[in-house]
Nanobody, 116 residues
Framework: QVQLVESGGGLVQPGGSLRLSCAAS????????MNWYRQAPGKERELVAF????????KYADFVKNRFTISRDNAKNTVYLQMNSLQPEDAAVYYC?????????WGQGTQVTVSS
């Protein structure tokens, strides 16, 4: 079955960096576009970044452009989110997402806290 497992969240000071990872299994990862979403308390879940399958073309939400980078390693079935220049407003639970066989799948999420 499809499984997505995020890791790499934690506490970071404003201006700091984190790299999130999402290990995927149960589907043909290399051909599947992947997404990172986030959800802050009291807010709706929002798309952060998208990466296509084999060509690994990336797109970003305006609020993370030039700070976050999404990438993938198809040999490891893993997608990453490198987050730089983190600000308090970036604090949220970050989720990995894949659309497989007509269904949306989500990981359990990883908490990112940005505080001094």
């Amino acid at each position: 079955q499809v499984q997505l497992v995020e890791s790499g969240g934690g506490l970071v000071q404003p201006g700091g960096s984190l790299r999130l990872s999402c290990a995927a299994s149960g589907f043909t990862f290399s051909r599947t576009p992947m997404n990172w979403y986030r959800q802050a308390p009291g807010k709706e879940r929002e798309l952060v970044a998208f990466i296509s399958g084999i060509l690994a073309l990336a797109k970003y939400a305006d609020f993370v452009k030039n700070r976050f980078t999404i990438s993938r390693d198809n040999a490891k079935n893993t997608v990453y989110l490198q987050m730089n220049s983190l600000q308090p407003e970036d604090a949220a639970v970050y989720y990995c997402n894949a659309h497989v066989g007509g269904m949306d799948y989500w990981g359990q999420g990883t908490q990112v806290t940005v505080s001094s």
